[in-house]
């Protein structure tokens, strides 16, 4: 069975850091472009960061430049997403997606996503 599945989500104050987690099953996460994807609630579906899988380049939206780092680990077939520095405004639930063609997909052609890990950044 085809599926992605994230963690490490959670409460944290500001200032604070957390590390998710994006594991795949049933294929290999090393083909594909990763990408973070989140959403607060009332507010449109808003790409994080992403990770090619041609050559590992990284991207982020500019609100989390200098502050989240996304990185693959291929023998455990994840992807992962250090946030720091973590501030309210990035309250959201946060969803890893996969894309067989590039991290330029708009979300609605990605291949598959998984069912989302809450962040909270609140004091």
């Known amino acids: 069975q085809v599926q992605l599945v994230e963690s490490g989500g959670g409460l944290v104050q500001p200032g604070g850091s957390l590390r998710l987690s994006c594991a795949a099953s049933?294929?290999?996460?090393?083909?594909?472009?990763i990408g973070w994807f989140r959403q607060a609630p009332g507010k449109e579906r808003e790409g994080v960061s992403c990770i090619s899988s041609s050559d590992g380049s990284t991207y982020y939206t500019e609100s989390v430049k200098g502050r989240f780092t996304i990185s693959r680990d291929n023998a455990k077939n994840t992807v992962s997403l250090q946030m720091n520095s973590l501030k309210p405004e990035d309250t959201a639930v946060y969803y890893c997606?996969?894309?067989?063609?590039?991290?330029?997909?708009?979300?609605?052609?990605?291949?598959?996503w998984g069912q989302g890990t809450q962040v909270t950044v609140s004091s």
């Open positions: 997606a996969a894309d067989g063609q590039s991290c330029n997909s708009p979300p609605n052609d990605y291949d598959y």
């Open positions: 049933g294929f290999t996460l090393d083909y594909y472009a």
